[in-house]
């Protein structure tokens, strides 16, 4: 059984919440719930009629449900925010707040398959739930489809390379732990930057199996529809990917293109940036490691 001991510190707690502007009174929504540390914050600064909504997809995190009638969990994909929060009544919201990756806890689990650490069965799903896991990537993917999950999520320039050792070594034998792959992908792994390209590669299959880029772009656009005018979006993003995908729809409201511009050449945007990018100090590195490659964007409803 999991406890509330398995999971680490909030990453940039403080300046998350801050940044969603609370009111006493409001509604809220913490999209990844995991630990529950975020969420017990912005509970610390809601009244008797205020309300909070978590999400969390991992069934580890619902054993740290908070016990106040303030608070719901809802046990599914934050992709589905707007059509449970209707479930329950809710079709506007004043804030939002995602701290996107994979928790302190899932890293943590060997049998998960998240974390270069351990050997493990290939897994690495947020979920149980869901039908695709890594062990299908490795052992099931075209050459082709392979090399676009490490080249796109991974940013690997050696992709096609890595796709072809993938599917030479699976014809011998199935690919089926954590280590069997690290071998078979030995040489693309020089001792000087084995841990760096070994986490883009299990960053570029895990994204893959949970469709990561997919549900952070349909979590953005309901976001936008859910907020009322002058509710926040508090962002925490790991990786490059992520970031780019939340700097653009903050900047302007699009994921690829340019927003129309009238016949003087303005264009209008749904979102007002709030600060500057946040990330963690030296002091918060050092307790969290998790926290080193944090980046905040916080953005505000027109």
Do not use: C
């Not at 689990?109 to 990537?137: C, Q, W, Y």
């Not at 199996?209 to 508090?234: A, C, H, T, W, Y």
């Not at 970031?243 to 293109?257: Q, S, T, W």
Request: hydrophobic share 40%.
């Amino acid at each position: 059984m999991t406890t509330k001991m398995d999971y680490h510190n909030p990453v940039l707690l403080k300046e998350t919440v801050d940044g969603l502007n609370i009111n006493p009174s409001g509604i809220y929504v913490d999209v990844t719930f995991g630990g529950g540390g975020h969420s017990k914050e912005i509970l610390s600064r809601l009244n008797a009629d205020g309300k909070l909504f978590g999400f969390d997809q991992d069934e580890d995190a619902w054993e740290n449900a908070l016990p106040d009638e303030r608070f719901i969990l809802i046990q599914e994909n934050f992709r589905y925010i707007k059509r449970f929060l209707r479930f329950h009544n809710i079709k506007s919201v004043d804030g939002i707040l995602a701290d996107l990756g994979v928790s302190s806890h899932q890293f943590d689990v060997p049998e998960r398959g998240f974390s270069t650490r351990f050997d493990a069965d290939l897994d690495m799903r947020m979920s149980k739930k869901n039908e695709l896991n890594a062990h299908k990537i490795i052992n099931q993917y075209d050459e082709a489809n392979l090399k676009r999950v490490f080249l796109d999520y991974g940013e690997l320039k050696n992709a096609s390379a890595i796709a072809r050792v993938i599917i030479e070594a699976r014809e011998l034998a199935p690919i089926d732990k954590t280590d069997e792959l690290k071998q078979v992908l030995e040489r693309f792994l020089p001792e000087r930057v084995r841990n760096k390209v070994l986490a883009q590669m299990y960053q570029a299959i895990r994204i893959e199996v949970n469709k990561e880029m997919d549900v952070l772009k349909e979590f953005l656009e309901q976001s936008l529809e859910l907020l009322k005018p002058e509710g926040r979006l508090s962002v925490i993003s790991y990786h490059s990917l992520e970031d780019r995908l939340v700097k653009r729809f903050i900047k302007n409201g699009m994921f690829e293109g340019e927003p129309e511009r009238d016949f003087f050449g303005n264009f209008s945007v749904p979102f007002k940036t709030i600060g500057k990018l946040i990330i963690p100090s030296d002091a918060e590195i050092k307790i969290n490691n998790r926290a080193r490659s944090a980046k905040l964007r916080i953005a505000e409803k027109k």
